[in-house]
């Protein structure tokens, strides 16, 4: 059971879990009309940068190998 939580720490999956998750509140408190937090698009952003920076890593790094 240890290991397979932490591969899951390790991978991917979890930063994009944790990304549709916030872009998720953020969409649904936009659409009802609620203000959305400063905070909370501050962090959105800043999850959704090292998303992306971890993915063009991955690749790149399997690329070179």
């Known amino acids: ?3 397979e939580l932490r591969t899951l720490l390790d991978n991917s999956v ?3 879990i944790l990304t549709i998750m916030v872009w998720g ?3 649904y408190l936009y659409v009802t009309g609620q203000a959305v937090p400063d905070t909370l ?3 959105g952003s800043i999850i959704l940068g090292f998303y992306f920076h971890s993915a063009a890593t991955q690749a790149l790094t399997a690329r070179e190998v």
Do not use: D, N, P, W
Request: aromatic letters at 0%.
């Open 1 to 3: 059971m240890r290991k």
């Open 41 to 43: 698009l501050s962090a």
């Open 25 to 27: 509140v953020i969409c």
């Open 14 to 16: 979890l930063q994009a």
